[in-house]
């Protein structure tokens, strides 16, 4: 990953779950992730990088998005509702 505008930072426990650590995502991946799941998904599911890399729809993505130059950001669609 390069730092720039192509990086996100992404908390695997959700903030609004108490999850309080965060790493460098690019934010195209960021996006997916939030356009995949929802907080609650992703706090009692998905909550470490394994686990969502694992997901069907994740791994169809990353193959795709690999492909792609590292600055890239793209469009997904808008994230999951909270709940």
């Not at 730092?3 to 908390?11: F, Q």
Request: with cysteine; aromatic share 8%.
């Amino acid at each position: 990953m390069h730092d720039g505008p192509s990086v996100d930072r992404h908390h695997w426990q959700p903030k609004s779950r108490g999850g309080y650590a965060a790493d460098p995502v690019h934010r195209i991946c960021h996006t997916k992730v939030h356009s995949l799941f929802s907080e609650r998904e992703l706090a009692t599911l998905y909550s470490n990088p394994e686990q969502v890399r694992d997901h069907p729809e994740m791994r169809k993505f990353i193959t795709w998005v690999r492909r792609m130059p590292p600055e890239y950001i793209g469009k997904n669609h808008p994230p999951r509702q909270r709940d």
